[in-house]
């Protein structure tokens, strides 16, 4: 019987300690004491009818008593451009929102700027406004908004795009129909994510100058996808004729340029590519596919995460003075330069004619063999390859098709790993140029004319 009566006893003792426990009020702080991680959220460039990315800010109670924010208020209320997310609860205002002591909530902030016909960049504010027993605190919010030209999967934006605000291409802007598409100097073209520019049985001139190029990039402007490949798709020309890219940065693509067959019945060149930066694509920076036509003279074509430059298929090319580099981007497995005059799908191997001419070029990189000629001879196709006053980071070679080439002869670029492929003053590359084949300028349109010309892109200067 003791026995029983301890056991309830003591039931009764635990039972009257958890209510108490349950009960037990909170000990609130009296006084507003937030903290925030930052004072004022800022977005880069956001384009009208983009949605930007999500920032977010912390706010903190360092009280050792919970804080109750009385209200919460994005000021500018329902027609604030700015959206808020305040841990998980999304609105314009919230109110008696607690914070237990040394804790924490976040908050998460976007905008989207309405189209305001506009040409310079305009920069819009507001403020959320934290009210906690009776005293205020802000933390301000800014974004940069730019109006553009929007593409929106359109067919035929033909004529001439004027320079005066940014393009964004939205899904696919399509060229066909032997159509011309003609972007002038200083046009900044924005691809938003899996989009491109595809050019069909049209004309494609990119139309740019050593003091305003023309830019193609992905549309996410903050500073964090500065240097982030895979952004969009690309630039796609099939079957197109008498193409022209000058003075042009294609840079953070899938592909920088994909080239695909020559015009049906056209021996027009199906791309001259000039004065032109490919860069920081999550593959190739540029493919040749079934027999394309291509010139192209002062090119740099670097950080790509496989080839710099792949062809598949044939293809009939003339570079000179270009930079065709395995740098930066992938794992070193892949050569800067991969061609074959071949190509297999579901067990069918075809086969077309490929000519390649290289003058004072560069081909080199970290690997061993920057430089794969793959090629299947026979069915009476044409195979040609012939290097000139080139720098090719390959095995050195007594093959006639290597004439007046350097072999493993370091650049010495500046700063491979920072993307200044300019050259220093000991570069094997200086006035090894053959100046039969030389260009008058170089990429930067300096001149080349103090002697024997420099082999790549670059022309030294001291």
Known sequence: MKYTVSIIATLLLLTLSLTTQSCKKKNFASKGNLEFSADTVVFDTVFTTIGSTTQHFKVYNRDNKTLTIDEIELVGGASSPFRMNFDGLQGTSFTNIEIEKNDSLYCFVEVTLNVNGGILPMIIEDSIRFRTNGKDQYVRLAVWGQDAYFHYNDINPTGTWANDKPHVIYGVSRVLGGSTLTIPAGTDVFLHKLSALYVNQ?????????????????????????????????????????????????????????????????????????????????????????????????????????????????????????????????????????????????????????????????????????????????????????????????????????????????????????????????????????????????????????????????????
């Open 202 to 462: 049209s004309t494609l001139i990119v139309n740019g100058t050593a003091a305003e190029k023309v830019t193609f990039q992905g549309d996410r402007l903050e500073a964090d996808y500065d240097n982030v490949p895979g952004q969009y798709y690309g630039i796609y020309l099939d079957s197109a004729d008498n193409c022209l890219i000058n003075h042009a940065e294609i840079k953070n693509g899938i592909t920088g340029i994909h080239v695909e067959s020559k015009l049906g019945g056209s021996s027009n060149t199906t791309l001259t590519l000039t004065n032109t930066e490919i860069w920081n694509s999550a593959s190739y920076g540029m493919l040749l596919f079934d027999d394309p036509k291509i010139v192209a003279e002062n090119v740099l074509i670097h950080s790509n995460a496989v080839h710099a430059m792949i062809v598949l298929q044939g293809a009939d090319m003339k570079f000179t003075h270009c930079d065709l580099l395995g740098y930066g981007g992938g794992d070193g497995s892949y050569p800067a330069v991969g061609m074959r005059n071949y190509y297999t799908t579901n067990g069918v191997t075809t086969l077309t004619d490929i000519s390649a001419e290289f003058n004072n070029c560069v081909i080199y990189g970290g690997g061993d063999e920057e430089l794969v000629m793959d090629t299947i001879d026979q069915g009476g196709v044409n195979i040609s390859f012939l290097y000139r006053n080139c720098d090719i980071r390959l095995p050195s070679s007594n093959n006639p098709m290597f004439n007046g080439c350097l072999f493993n002869q370091s650049p010495a670029f500046k700063d491979t790993g920072g993307d200044d492929f300019t050259v220093w003053s000991t570069s094997a590359l200086r006035d090894a140029g053959n100046p039969s084949f030389s260009l008058l300028k170089d990429i930067l349109d300096v001149d080349r004319i103090d002697g024997n010309p420099d082999i790549g892109a670059y022309e030294y200067q001291p």
